[in-house]
C-alpha cells in the first residue's frame, strides 16, 4: 500500500473538491492522483454549470436531440430532410 502527505493547503483543497464533487475525499483523491487537482476541479466546476443550465432550461429528449443533430448535418451539407418533422 502507497502511503501520500498531503500538505494542509493541500487537504483543503482536497476537501473542497470533494465536497464539490459529491464524493468522499478518498474518491477524489484517486481522480487527483490520475488527474491532476486543477482538471478535477475544472471538471467539477464544468458539471456542476452543465446541472444548472439543465434545471434552468430543461433536457431534450434522445430523440429530439438526434432529429435536430441530423437536421443541421443535413442542412450542412445541403441536403433537404426527407422526414416530416414532429
Request: with cysteine; hydrophobic share 40%.
Amino acid at each position: 500500500m502507497k502511503l501520500f502527505a498531503l500538505n494542509l493547503s493541500q487537504q483543503r483543497r482536497l476537501e473542497r473538491l470533494a465536497h464539490d464533487a459529491g464524493r468522499s475525499a478518498a474518491d477524489a483523491f484517486r481522480f487527483v492522483l490520475r488527474d491532476g487537482f486543477e482538471f478535477c476541479e475544472w471538471e467539477a466546476r464544468e458539471s456542476r454549470a452543465a446541472d444548472e443550465d439543465t434545471r434552468r432550461r430543461g433536457a431534450v429528449p434522445d430523440d429530439e436531440a438526434k432529429r435536430r443533430a441530423r437536421q443541421v448535418i443535413d442542412a450542412a451539407h445541403g441536403r433537404r430532410s426527407t422526414r416530416k418533422a414532429a
